[in-house]
């Protein structure tokens, strides 16, 4: 038999010293906050997934496009900072948008091993019936919400999106 080894509580992250204290934890663990996040999540990704798959793109090749439209051409992996994904994501979902001729990709004049990828025009054909898919996946997730609130829940997103992908962030336990 295994036995189960707690974590010692000095191992928890502790809130930061200037900030309010932490909430506890709520007993009912499909109450947290880390269990609503992952459920509505899943929910965000599975909704957006359906009305992607009407106009042939999976979840993550909107950002792209998005990203295309609204900086222009980018070096393949300035993008993909941009968008915080590792490179062999970036190339799998390039070669997908690239296949269905929604981006190209060519070498860069004054350095052949960096690609810049633009969007093609049947990619920007493409802008409106994006725009309208990202309007009901709002539309859908604010329901029952005041603006008000939807302003808020934007706000409280950001902090937690700030506190757990920052790009200093280290994994627990992972030394200096």
Request: net charge neutral.
């Amino acid at each position: 038999m295994v036995e189960r080894v707690e974590s010692p509580a000095q191992d928890a992250p502790a809130c930061p010293a200037d900030a309010p204290a932490c909430p506890a934890l709520p007993t009912d663990v499909e109450d947290s906050l880390g269990c609503l996040m992952a459920r509505a999540s899943l929910g965000h990704r599975s909704l957006l997934g359906a009305l992607l798959a009407e106009i042939d793109l999976y979840p993550g090749q909107d950002r792209v496009l998005n990203v295309l439209w609204t900086h222009g051409p980018q070096y393949q992996n300035k993008l993909a900072a941009k968008l915080g994904i590792d490179m062999s994501t970036m190339t799998k979902s390039l070669q997908r948008l690239e296949r269905s001729g929604l981006v190209s990709r060519s070498p860069c004049p004054t350095n052949r091993r960096l690609s810049i990828v633009s969007t093609t025009p049947k990619g920007d054909a493409l802008r409106p019936r994006l725009r309208g898919i990202e309007e009901e996946v709002h539309r859908r997730l604010a329901r029952g919400l005041t603006p008000e609130q939807v302003e808020t829940l934007c706000s409280l997103l950001a902090v937690v999106r700030d506190n757990t992908c920052r790009e200093d962030l280290r994994s627990p336990g992972a030394g200096g």
